[in-house]
């Protein structure tokens, strides 16, 4: 007898797709503060909430081996090839234009120290690439607590964790390698996904949460508290002014985008976007920076503003399509892929999960 795969939650990949949209706007030159504010304060833990959930909703239970194999050719991999391809263009333009006068005295080595520590601020080739090696560490510490505690226990023990650590660690003024030093706030919210996984299903059919009101109580209460709270960002370890705010206003974004993206799960091209993300994580810093030296080396002297933010985004995520067919079919590996594995790519805990 065999057992029927569970059917796929089209939610997950539409609120996937937005947390990706989210993250290349903010990463576009000309975006609004106030969305900095808003979107930053949530969309990072949103992605390791849904990576949780994938992973215990979809996985299977593994061995030590397997689950090190799994992970280090689902996200290490892909973080070492796409750090390879970002070090070729900076070391191609970083003598050309604003570039020179940042980069062109740093030796050619450099960015290598970045590669090994796996934080941030020394991955300025591809900032957004930090979080493929804090997601590895998470799933990992994940693997091994889950062995002797349930989800919510663990969810429960590292929110007390966080909140404590966000409010001591940042003032030491110094970093982790690897996404260590954010293991604590990103473990509560991969840990809250996976609890939050066995539930899911009873959540999208309750009559209560399928009220049109539920996402509008969501949205009024997290955006004054978003507001209140101030900037966040998880990168670089800033948090706002309380820890506690953090994880709660955190919670609520990811609640709204859940809600959201029941909305949007039909919408043509949603569900690649979301199916894609680890492609559009990785290429979008360059395709942005690439503009930005084009819109340069025109001669365009006004700073950019919405528009341009709204048009170069579009275009990051547009250039994903033809870099995913290439890299899916002449080099799965890039992507987590086994050969001859053309199906959709995205950012998870369990890089074995396929596309249904």
């Given at each position: 007898?065999?057992?029927?795969?569970?059917?796929?939650?089209?939610?997950?990949?539409?609120?996937?797709?937005?947390?990706?949209?989210?993250?290349?706007?903010?990463?576009?030159?000309?975006?609004?503060?106030?969305?900095?504010?808003?979107?930053?304060?949530?969309?990072?833990?949103?992605?390791?909430?849904?990576?949780?959930?994938?992973?215990?909703?979809?996985?299977?239970?593994?061995?030590?081996?397997?689950?090190?194999?799994?992970?280090v050719r689902g996200l290490v991999v892909p973080y070492v090839f796409f750090f390879f391809v970002a070090y070729a263009?900076?070391?191609?333009?970083?003598?050309?234009?604003?570039?020179?006068?940042?980069?062109?005295?740093?030796?050619?080595?450099?960015?290598?120290?970045?590669?090994?520590?796996?934080?941030?601020?020394?991955?300025?080739?591809?900032?957004?690439?930090?979080?493929?090696?804090?997601?590895?560490?998470?799933?990992?510490?994940?693997?091994?607590?889950?062995?002797?505690?349930?989800?919510?226990?663990?969810?429960?023990?590292?929110?007390?964790?966080?909140?404590?650590?966000?409010?001591?660690?940042?003032?030491?003024?110094?970093?982790?390698?690897?996404?260590?030093?954010?293991?604590?706030?990103?473990?509560?919210?991969?840990?809250?996904?996976?609890?939050?996984?066995?539930?899911?299903?009873?959540?999208?059919?309750?009559?209560?949460?399928?009220?049109?009101?539920?996402?509008?109580?969501?949205?009024?209460?997290?955006?004054?508290?978003?507001?209140?709270?101030?900037?966040?960002?998880?990168?670089?370890?800033?948090?706002?002014?309380?820890?506690?705010?953090?994880?709660?206003?955190?919670?609520?974004?990811?609640?709204?985008?859940?809600?959201?993206?029941?909305?949007?799960?039909?919408?043509?091209?949603?569900?690649?976007?979301?199916?894609?993300?680890?492609?559009?994580?990785?290429?979008?810093?360059?395709?942005?920076?690439?503009?930005?030296?084009?819109?340069?080396?025109?001669?365009?002297?006004?700073?950019?503003?919405?528009?341009?933010?709204?048009?170069?985004?579009?275009?990051?995520?547009?250039?994903?399509?033809?870099?995913?067919?290439?890299?899916?079919?002449?080099?799965?590996?890039?992507?987590?892929?086994?050969?001859?594995?053309?199906?959709?790519?995205?950012?998870?805990?369990?890089?074995?999960?396929?596309?249904?």
């Amino acid at each position: 007898m065999t057992t029927q795969a569970p059917v796929r939650d089209g939610r997950i990949d539409a609120t996937r797709a937005i947390a990706i949209v989210l993250v290349v706007l903010g990463h576009a030159k000309g975006v609004p503060q106030t969305y900095t504010l808003l979107a930053f304060s949530f969309h990072v833990p949103l992605f390791f909430f849904v990576s949780g959930w994938v992973g215990a909703a979809f996985g299977r239970p593994r061995g030590d081996a397997d689950t090190w194999a799994k992970l280090v050719r689902g996200l290490v991999v892909p973080y070492v090839f796409f750090f390879f391809v970002a070090y070729a263009y900076w070391l191609a333009t970083r003598h050309v234009g604003a570039k020179a006068a940042r980069w062109g005295t740093l030796p050619w080595w450099d960015p290598l120290v970045g590669l090994v520590q796996g934080t941030g601020e020394r991955l300025y080739v591809q900032p957004a690439l930090w979080f493929l090696p804090a997601l590895f560490v998470t799933a990992i510490a994940f693997h091994y607590l889950g062995k002797r505690l349930s989800a919510a226990v663990i969810t429960l023990l590292m929110a007390v964790v966080a909140c404590a650590w966000c409010a001591w660690f940042p003032s030491q003024s110094v970093r982790l390698p690897w996404g260590l030093d954010v293991l604590p706030v990103s473990l509560f919210f991969f840990a809250a996904g996976a609890a939050f996984a066995g539930h899911a299903r009873h959540a999208v059919m309750h009559p209560a949460l399928r009220w049109w009101g539920v996402p509008l109580l969501l949205a009024v209460l997290w955006l004054p508290l978003a507001w209140i709270n101030g900037k966040v960002d998880v990168n670089l370890l800033r948090f706002g002014q309380w820890p506690a705010l953090f994880l709660l206003v955190a919670l609520l974004g990811t609640a709204l985008m859940w809600h959201v993206g029941g909305w949007i799960q039909r919408w043509p091209g949603v569900q690649w976007i979301g199916r894609n993300t680890l492609v559009i994580l990785c290429t979008h810093f360059l395709v942005l920076f690439f503009l930005s030296g084009v819109r340069a080396l025109a001669g365009v002297t006004t700073p950019p503003g919405p528009g341009w933010a709204l048009g170069a985004s579009a275009v990051a995520i547009a250039a994903a399509v033809p870099a995913r067919f290439v890299l899916a079919r002449w080099a799965p590996w890039t992507l987590g892929l086994p050969a001859g594995q053309a199906g959709g790519t995205r950012i998870q805990a369990n890089p074995e999960v396929r596309s249904q």
